[in-house]
């Protein structure tokens, strides 16, 4: 399969970020478009395109807009999740960065299909350069005409408000985010209802991914079958996937859905030199792991889900036979320890517990009823936690005693962790560099 | 609230602003909170004070949520804020090694600050930045594909006062209370600065170009 970039199709230009690159490829046509049809004729343009959300869970998009109730003459809105946090995860950031107007356009359109006249962006805090071109964007458009009042003369009006957050995981759920966007502390709300009924302000509210969202416009302008047409039937469209690691060019390779890390590494130049795959993850930190098994896997929610793991946000985290996988999954489930919102106990417990015995395990103290143990910790969370964060941080434990018990058992019976952890940096270190010369 | 009078004029301008962009009052309480940082450097109790005054909030309210949030410091802070990316797949990259040798080098841990007041260091998760591993990132900018060498030098930078660049981001770093400002929603004339994407975004649509230049003439290898 061939790399086919359509919201990166622009990154590479000068000024990729400016209204007038973006104009001068097109930019601001589908609005034009958009304008002249009926809000209910978009959602079923993006209905029929097939376009699933990109933010994780994969839900039709159009059919979630399709949830939210009839106008009763009050306000809706339409939230953009750009807290992109989820470990591996690093095309929302680079979108906004390099070209922030399509994901501009794709909000107007958007806002416009679902009838809402105030939408927000939600980007996390941490990237104040994103953040800075957000701005810049929104201010460009609003002095184009594109967001503001009577847009394009179509009498219709649009308040768009780019918000920071300000550094927490779990503002990337989509009931924390509103929360977090109304000034609380960000903590999962109980569903239902759901956003699209109840959501900010309690008012009915859409809440997609940046990349859902940015998908809009191609697609309005160039039509449902054209999306529909590429990817795989039940998984439309294109999709950034994101590699990183071990890989000779790291890097964002757009590309239709049901690519294989195969076909992607091809595009990649393959494993660093001299370089074997030993495990990678389909769609960030919270999907179960793969190992060189499942290289001719397509990359489609169907398939992916099929040989046991999600397809998620296609953030292929990939590591060589250098890296200890046990390392890898402690720092990992710090990492949900450190972000677990606290709100129920199987994931503020679990995580607590998981994280002391991964480090025991990790530093060749564990037993090997500890590896048991931390199995039935992760049977306690999944399933029973209030919301994703909870099983997401069972998944890399689970998946990796699957595939690597004998590596687990290794550290217990060595005492000690086998592998030499500057045998995976990316960089040549002094005495390394010394023998180069 | 014990802010001076004319401190307390100036904010409550930005304050207003800051409330003019939502429906509800209470959204405006992130932004002012990096106001507050852009005052103070961190969130002190007269921000907290401040903030529960305009929004017609409790300070205990306020508290609450400033002590969610890890970008809220609770402390005077240093100008720069260094971090280091130790999620599993910086740190196997090599992010544990820099963090190691940074914090060695400097002689302080996780957020703690330099005695000059230059430098505060923080062990930071995932920055959506994997594709350019190892990442630091300084006052919220990208420093991409870092090493140990040009960690300690990046440091050494900053303690000598000199400017730095990051690999995608404006042309100099900023200190932290001027960034918090821009946090808080006050654009700073910076967004025309530094690369579109970077040599590891572009990878892709650079391949399917045949064109090898776009991905090494954007000043992203440093
Ligand atoms: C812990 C957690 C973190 C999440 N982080 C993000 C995120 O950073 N960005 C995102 O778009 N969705 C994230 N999601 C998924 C959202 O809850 C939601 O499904 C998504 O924003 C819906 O948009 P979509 O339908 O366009 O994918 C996260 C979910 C969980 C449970
Ligand atoms: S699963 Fe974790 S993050 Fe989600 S509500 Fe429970 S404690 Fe919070």
Redesign the interface.
Known sequence: MTLTPMLTRQWAEEQSWTLDTYTSGGGYRALTKALKKEPGDLVKIVKESGLRGRGGAGFPSGVKWGFLPEDDGGPRYLVVNADESEPGTCKDIPLMMASPHVLVEGVAISAYAIGARHAFIYVRGEVVHVYRRLLNAVKEAYAAGHLGRDIHGSGWDLELTVHAGAGAYICGEETALLDSLEGRRGQPRLKPPFPAVAGLYSRPTIVNNVETIASVPAIVDNGADWFSSMGTEKSAGVGIYSLSGHVAQPGQYEAPLGITLRELLEHAGGMREGSQLKFWTPGGSSTPMFTAEHLDTPLDFEAVGAAGSMLGTRALQIFDESTCVVRAVTRWTEFYKHESCGKCTPCREGTFWMTQILQRLEAGTGTTEDIDRLVEVCESIGGRSFCALGDGATSPIVSSIDLFRDEYEEHVRLGTCPYERDASVLFDLPEQEGAQV | MSFPADVAERLGKDAEAIIS????K??????M??LMQSEEGYVSPDGIAFCAEH?DLTPAEVS??AT?????KRRPHGEYQVGVC????C????G??IWEDVSEHLGIGHDQTTADGKVSLER???????????VM?V????FD?M??DKARQLVDDLRAGKDVR?T???DKVEPFVK?SR????F??G???E?V??????????????G?ST?RSDKGGDR
């Open positions: 962009r939502y429906p509800d209470r959204s405006a309480l992130l932004p909170l990096h929004l609450a949520v969610f949030y890890t970008q809220y130790i999620n599993t797949l740190a196997v990259m090599g544990d090694r930071l998760e995932c920055n959506a930045a994997c594709d350019y591993a190892p990132m006052n919220w900018e990208f594909n090493t140990p990051p995608r981001g404006a960034i821009v946090l808080a929603g654009e700073d910076r967004a025309g530094g579109g994407a970077g040599p590891a975004s572009q990878a892709g649509v650079s391949r399917v170009a064109d776009a």
